[in-house]
Every structure is written in C-alpha cells, then in structure tokens.
C-alpha cells in the first residue's frame, strides 16, 4: 500500500520522511545554488537544472565535486554533502554564457587526477564544450557553427572506459559519436549509411580523413527529439528513450536493437538502468514508472503516484539487495524462495509534480506471471526471450564491469586517431551480417499497435506499483535526483540543489558535528 502520500498544491514542504530503513532529513545548509542565493525568475522559458558528481582520487576524502547549471550560468563546486555546510562564496569554476544555456554536462571519470578532470558541457542551441574546470587550460569546441546539428542538447555521455569518446543526443533525433581529439571540420559533413535496422540508421561521415562526428545515429523518425539515454552498468548496452514514445535497447559494441518498449502514452523523458542490469526503468509523460525486463524483453510492472510528468528515474544501490550472478529468465516453475537474496531494488524518480517519489521493486511484483491477454507480439528488430541472442545478451551483461568496458574499448579504439581501413571494413562487414536492412513493420509507423503487446500491456494486465512515499520537496518543478552513500541529491527548476542525509548520516545544523 501507498504510504506517507501528499497532494500538490500549496502544502508545506516536507523537510523529513520516514521510510523501513529510518528517517531521511533536509540539510539546509548543504544546499548548494548561486552564490548569492537568489533563485532563478525565468523559469518558463529556461532549461531545467541538472547535477553532475565526480569523486577525484584524494587521500583526504576531499574529492568530491559536484556541477550544475542554472540558465545561462554553470557552477562547479566542492561538495561537502552531509559534513560540512555548503560554501558558496569559493566556486571551483563558474562560467556565464551569452546567447546559449548550459542544457546537460558529465565529467570524466577515466582519466581523471587529483587536480584535473575533464567536463562535457552541451548547449541549447546545439554546440558542445570540452573543459577542465580545476586547471581551467582545456577548452574546445565542437559543433560551434553549427553545421552538425543546430537543435538542443539533451544528453551527454562519455563513453564507458573511453578517455576521448563522447555520446551526443539532439531533441532533432540524433545522436552523434565524437572523438575529442579529432575536428568538426569546416563544411557540413557529407554522411554515408553503415547500419539500418527498425526505426534506426547508422551513418558515418564521407570523408578522406577522418573528422567528427564519428557516427550520426538516426533514432526513431528524424525530428522526433531524443530526451535522454543511459549505459547499462557493464558498459555494453545503451538505453534510449524519445519523444515519440519508445525505449530503444542497442547493443553498444554491435549497433544492434535487442529490445524496445512503448509508453502508456506521450513521450518518454528519462531513463536508468538497475546495478544489476537486469532491469531499465522509465518516466515520461504517461506520468507513471515503467520497469522493463532486460532478460524477458517485457513490460514487468507500472508505478502510479506522480501527478504531472515524470523527469528523472534513479535507482538506489545503497537500499537495494540483489543476487550478484547470471540472469535468470522467468518460467512458470520459477518460485521466489529459488533465490539466495531477496531482491527488492530503491527506485527513486521526480517529477513536475513537485513530488519526491520512493518506490521498493520486489520479488512479488517482479515474478507475477505475463497476463494470458498479452498478446506476444514481436515488433521487428527485437529479440523473443527465449532467443539464443536473448541468452548470448543475459551473459554478456552479467559479466563483470571491467568485461564490458574492454569490449567497449575494443570497438572504439578503431575509431581513434589513425586506426587502419582495413580493420574498419571487417568491422563495418561483420556488423552487417544478419541485419534486416528494410524498415518492415516499422514499430514508429503505427504505435497503437503495441497496446496490449509485452512491450506496452494494458493497464490491466501489468502490475501497479504505488510509492512507499510520496512527498513534496520543492516548490518548482524537480528537474535532478542523484543518490549518493551517505545522502541524496535533488534540484528544482529555479536553480537550488537541496542534500538529504540518509538515516543515522545526519548532522547537525548548529555545529556539523557528526553524530553516526
């Protein structure tokens, strides 16, 4: 049942909230925002504010940083989080931009030192910028005439494992791989097919040298914004989610779709993935949660509570308890009491609704057998579970991190600086083999058609979550939530970043003393 849940509107906000492990509590001198503490005005038309964390290598445990955006300005500060009270006056960077906004960033964690780390920073009207905001000597531009894409930036990602390999999302349909080292070149890019499969085309640039981007992915029907994609944990899948209302799993290494799904209605907006892998979760428009199974290539389970669109999902290792191992594909003999550890994994997502939502995925929810009225269908381009694909996916994703990461870079170290043309011909050829090349029963052209499918069930033949809280947190719109050991992170659209410390994390106000 549905615990602790609170209406929108004008309510008091919640400062504390009770779950099985204990009380979580509000730090308010841990909230970080500009300087001078003044919330931003324009928030209609602004970007939403996001959080990014980085933890440098320091024998002091001093290394955690932590950088948002609020309009045009971007912050990059010490993070103290549940020790110390939050100085605001000592930016480690901060940068105003003139006729753009800072829409999403990343930091670097491969090749990172004790005083240095480089910051992706995409922008709204399509450019991208390479920083380093401790040495404050990097700086590059890519797309900077905009003559790869002039739409927004919605997502940036460095590739798992890869010191200078970066993943670009556009709200035009695209995504582009880029190589930090490598130019933009002075002309549009001329492109040239590589890979076609279900509601995808793979593109690479017709040059004689090699130049960014590296590989433009047409996602869905062009135009149709890309609102954000995810790595899986290993390293080896990559999770998409667009406005037209589809997840999207591709295999990294190989460029090939290994699932997908459909949202109850309206667009998809966020997405994670479980630690395990096991599991996607996304949030979007329908205002609801969907879980996804990785291994059953179904829609397990829907999660009712928000009020208003959903705007960022996170999981939370630190409360979840899950068996480490191989997958283990559902079967009617299958029983709960067959596991070693039971699974219960902490989601949590915002929205803007204001509210906070938690919610425990368990065992109950995700054993239920499909609905005898779901109708198997399998949209073109994806895999039935009981595939040997299937197996060959569960396996992969089930290895070790480091596993996936190397077989990451053993594909994009072909796409470095002077990788030879043979090797990206075999590379292009073996891709290739097996590949339906013609866009047959495209998923994109008829969408109603998956209602009642594993990929989009009825409401009433999927299982409903409610929270075990809910509560209001802000009074705008929440647009970051970021769970960390000792505390969780959320931030709202008028630009504050507000620090919740776990049960028995906090400290106190008056002297920050640590009394865990």
Request: net charge neutral; hydrophobic share 30%.
């Amino acid at each position: 049942m549905a615990l602790n849940v609170d209406s929108g509107g004008k309510e008091e906000l919640k400062t504390q909230f009770i779950t099985r492990e204990g009380t979580y509590r509000l730090m308010t001198l841990s909230e970080y925002s500009r300087p001078n503490r003044v919330g931003y005005t324009n928030i209609q038309g602004s970007t939403s504010v996001r959080v990014s964390f980085v933890t440098l290598p320091d024998p002091n445990g001093n290394g955690d940083r932590i950088c948002f955006n609020i309009g045009r300005e971007l912050y990059v500060f010490i993070y103290k989080g549940v020790k110390k009270a939050a100085d605001l006056t000592k930016p480690v960077d901060k940068k105003m931009y003139k006729g753009t906004n800072p829409t999403c960033h990343d930091f670097n964690t491969t090749n990172m030192t004790s005083d240095s780390v480089s910051l992706l920073v995409g922008f709204s009207t399509g450019q991208v910028q390479l920083i380093d905001p401790i040495k404050k000597e990097l700086s590059k531009l890519y797309n900077e005439e905009r003559m790869i894409d002039k739409t927004k930036v919605t997502c940036i990602r460095w590739v798992p494992g890869s010191t200078n390999l970066f993943l670009v999302s556009h709200s035009s349909g695209q995504l582009y791989l880029y190589n930090e080292e490598l130019p933009c070149g002075t002309s549009p890019p001329n492109y040239q097919p590589f890979k076609q499969g279900d509601s995808f085309a793979i593109h690479t640039c017709k040059t004689k040298s090699t130049r960014n981007p590296l590989y433009r992915w047409v996602i869905g029907n062009e135009g149709v914004s890309i609102n954000e994609f995810a790595f899986s944990p290993c390293g080896s899948y990559l999770a998409i989610v667009s406005q037209d209302g589809f997840l999207r799993v591709f295999h990294y290494n190989t460029m090939e779709l290994v699932g997908s799904a459909r949202s109850y209605f309206g667009g998809f907006l966020c997405v994670c993935w479980s630690p395990d892998c096991k599991y996607i979760v996304v949030g979007g428009e329908d205002d609801l949660v969907t879980v996804w199974s990785f291994v059953e290539k179904r829609v397990v389970a829907r999660g009712q509570g928000h009020h208003s669109w959903v705007s960022v999902v996170a999981f939370d290792s630190y409360t979840s308890t899950f068996a480490i191992g191989k997958h283990q594909e559902w079967n009617e003999n299958t029983s709960p009491s067959e596991n070693k550890v039971d699974t219960c994994y902490r989601l949590g997502s915002v929205g803007q609704d204001t509210q906070l939502c938690l919610w425990d995925i368990t065992d109950d929810i995700l054993r239920q057998k499909p609905c005898s009225k779901t109708r198997n269908t399998v949209v073109s381009g994806s895999v039935s579970p009981s595939s040997n694909s299937n197996k060959t996916s569960q396996n992969t994703c089930a290895n070790k991190e480091k596993d996936g990461l190397e077989a990451i870079s053993s594909f994009t170290h072909r796409l470095g600086i002077g990788f030879e043309k043979k090797d990206n011909i075999g590379h292009k050829r073996s891709l290739s083999k097996g590949t339906t090349l013609q866009l047959t029963n495209n998923s994109s052209d008829d969408p109603m058609r998956l209602i009642g499918t594993n990929s989009c069930p009825r409401f009433d033949e999927c299982p409903i979550m409610e929270p075990l809280v809910c509560k209001k947190i802000a009074h705008e719109r929440l647009t970051a939530l970021v769970f960390r050991e000792d505390c969780f992170v959320a931030a709202c659209q008028d630009g504050y970043v507000y620090t919740w410390a776990r049960p028995g994390k906090m400290v106190s106000d008056g002297d920050f003393v640590t009394f865990s």
